[in-house]
C-alpha cells in the first residue's frame, strides 16, 4: 500500500489512512474503529499511561487514548453521532471504553482497502467500504434505532451554521422545544450533549478550510476561535495532529 496519507470526510464519518503514527492523547466525539494494516498491530495508550496492543479495536466517544501504530499502516473509520453505525458500534461497545473486535477476512474486501489506501477508489465506493467494515466485524448486530427529526434538524443546523451564534432556547424555540428538554432530548439520542457535537462540528469544518488551503487565522475566525494558537491546540487534542501536517502532510477529501 502506498505511504500517502489519506483523510476522506463525509457529513457523518471520515476514513483516514496513513503509513504509521504515533499520536498522545486524543479525544474525539466520533466512535472509531481502528484496523492494523500490517502485520505488527498498534498500541492505545489511556490517560494512566497503561498501554495494550491490538490488530482491531473500538474506541467510544470522548475516551482519551494515545495511539502507536510505528510505521504499520492503519485504518482509522469514525462514526458520527447522527450516523446509524455510530449505534451499532455503540451498542457492542456498551460501557467499555475500548475494545478488541475481531474482522472476518471473507467479509473483507481487501482490494477496496487498498485502493482507498490508494487513493484510486471511487466515492460511492469509498462510501460502501465505510458501511461494510463495521458489518464485518465478527459480533456486529443491526439495531433498531428511532430518530427524532428535531434532534435531526438541529444537528444539521449546528454543522450548516458555523460559527452558531443562536442560543439554546432559539435552537428550541425552532422545533418546538424548550431550551432545558431540546438539551436532554438531544443528549438521549444521539449520546453527545449539543456542546461536544457543536465543537466536533467545528473540529470538521476546521480540516475543511485548513485542507483548501485557506490561512488559519481565517480558518479560526470562520469556526468561532478566539485565535490560530487556541484552534492549533484543540486540533491536536482531537486528531493528533497539526494543522501544517493536515494541508501538506496528507491529501483530504470532501465527500
Known amino acids: 500500500m502506498a505511504q500517502q496519507n489519506r483523510l476522506y470526510v463525509w457529513d457523518d464519518r471520515f476514513l483516514y489512512l496513513t503509513g504509521g503514527i504515533v499520536s498522545g492523547l486524543t479525544q474525539r466525539h466520533t466512535l472509531t474503529l481502528l484496523?492494523?494494516?500490517?502485520?505488527?498491530?498498534?498500541?492505545?495508550?489511556?490517560?494512566?499511561?497503561?498501554?495494550?496492543?491490538?490488530?482491531?479495536?473500538?474506541?467510544?466517544?470522548?475516551?482519551?487514548?494515545?495511539?502507536?501504530?510505528?510505521?504499520?499502516?492503519?485504518?482509522?473509520?469514525?462514526?458520527?453521532?447522527?450516523s446509524y453505525e455510530y449505534h451499532c458500534l455503540a451498542a457492542m461497545l456498551g460501557r467499555r471504553p475500548v475494545r478488541s473486535v475481531i474482522l472476518m477476512p471473507d467479509r473483507v474486501d481487501h482490494e477496496a482497502v487498498r485502493a482507498a489506501g490508494e487513493g484510486r477508489l471511487e466515492p460511492a465506493g469509498l462510501f460502501r467500504l465505510t458501511t461494510a467494515l463495521p458489518r464485518a466485524l465478527s459480533d456486529y448486530r443491526p439495531i433498531r434505532m428511532p430518530m427524532d427529526m428535531r434532534v435531526s434538524h438541529i444537528a444539521q443546523k449546528i454543522k450548516k451554521e458555523l460559527p452558531l451564534t443562536s442560543t439554546l432556547e432559539q435552537l428550541g424555540a425552532e422545533v418546538g422545544l424548550s431550551a432545558h428538554r431540546l438539551w436532554h432530548l438531544f443528549s438521549d439520542k444521539l449520546g453527545i450533549s449539543i456542546k461536544s457535537y457543536t465543537l466536533w462540528a467545528r473540529m470538521r469544518r476546521a480540516v475543511e478550510l485548513i485542507a483548501q488551503g485557506v490561512p488559519l487565522s481565517m480558518v479560526a475566525h470562520d469556526v468561532g476561535f478566539s485565535d490560530a494558537a487556541h484552534l492549533t491546540r484543540t486540533l491536536k487534542q482531537f486528531f493528533g495532529l497539526t494543522p501544517s501536517f493536515l494541508a501538506r502532510g496528507m491529501e483530504v477529501r470532501m465527500l
Not at 474506541?59 to 494515545?66: A, K, L
Open 35 to 82: 484496523v492494523s494494516l500490517g502485520d505488527q498491530g498498534f498500541e492505545l495508550g489511556d490517560a494512566q499511561g497503561q498501554r495494550q496492543r491490538f490488530t482491531a479495536a473500538l474506541v467510544g466517544n470522548q475516551t482519551p487514548r494515545s495511539l502507536d501504530a510505528g510505521l504499520e499502516p492503519l485504518l482509522s473509520l469514525n462514526f458520527d453521532p447522527q
